[in-house]
């Protein structure tokens, strides 16, 4: 190894676990030591902190630093000399690509770009939500364009090589020791321009346009449900595929039931007298088909009953949530003189067991009372 080789972490006399405290600190201590302000006249003094320097700045660098610790100084042989590095890397590009990916590495020409993803929101009813539908759509999306087939060429012509690239799609600029890769301006990475563009889509390769979908919303959906529709979105620059289209559903309220993912829950009023001898009644349900419902004698407000499997159907399952009908008992509001006679009859006739709840509040206040009292 050449004296202008010596390993970054050996010159900085540090270990090569040391994080950029550390780095900046053994940094600052030996360039004070070998300063040319504080050896004046000494070459090796001035060759030193040279080198100090040069292994600061590439650690320091988190991109630098990971391309020195996997392949030591050959990362960086390349764009210093402009000779071919060492190993089998073409140039730092590359080595940065297989660190840190495609974003930083060569390659002859740029990926074809994939047309964006798009988002349409729909709302739908509680209704439609249990039972499913096929409903259209037309939204305004970028298309292939149809004279040129995507290609952005008007008909009959066609493409050559960027001459600004070489046809690689890509153009390198030195940055001190670094050649460092962008996309090339004037093809945009293609690698090739368009002699005449054409004339429908400007040589864009697609044009803005309604298109009309057919949407299959299956039973069972709720609000964020996600249905994506393959190659339905923009499509993609100079005949790159296209993106998805993604329709994300939000379901309306419904006038009689709440909905807590596939259980659906409806309050229910009944008179006092059903409540306290108990009954059947018909209440609707989400499918349309009436349901019976049995109401126990003496039953409460806010008495929760559960009918099982009348809920929502599970997505993409099989069966049914259930339907919970919270029970509010209703007191009449106007009575007629003879159901208000049977009442005080009704209430002459009570010992207090009836209502045990009640009974049970009012002689503890009244022990509470007694109590305060003595």
Known sequence: MSATEIDYYELLEVERTADDKVLKSAYRKLAMRFHPDKNPGCADSEARFKQISEAYDCLKDPQKRAAYDRYGH??????????????????????????FGSAFGGGARQQQRRGADLRYDMEVSLDEAFRGKSTEITIEVSQSCEPCNGSGAQPGTGKRGCSMCGGHGKVRAQQGFFVVERTCPTCHGRGEVIEKPCRSCGGE???DKPQTLQVDIPPGVDSGT?????????????????????????????????????????????TFTTAALGGSIEI????????????PAGIQSGKQLRKRGEGMPVLQGRGRGDLVIEIAVETPTKLSARQKEILRELQSTETGDECPQSKGFFDRIKDAWTDLTE
Not at 243 to 251: C, E, K, N
Not at 284 to 295: K, T
């Open 74 to 99: 050959a990362a960086f042989q390349q764009g210093a000399g402009g000779g071919q590095a060492s190993g089998d890397f073409g140039d730092i590009g590359d080595i940065f690509e297989s660190i």
């Open 284 to 295: 609707p349900g989400i499918d349309g088909e009436a349901i019976q419902l049995d109401i």
């Open 226 to 270: 996600r249905i994506r529709l393959s190659g339905k979105g923009e499509a993609g620059p100079f005949g790159s595929p296209p993106g998805d289209l993604y329709i994300f559903l939000h379901v309306k309220r419904h006038r009689v039931f709440e909905r807590d993912g596939t259980t659906l829950v409806t309050k229910v009023p009944i």
């Open 205 to 207: 390769g697609r044009v």
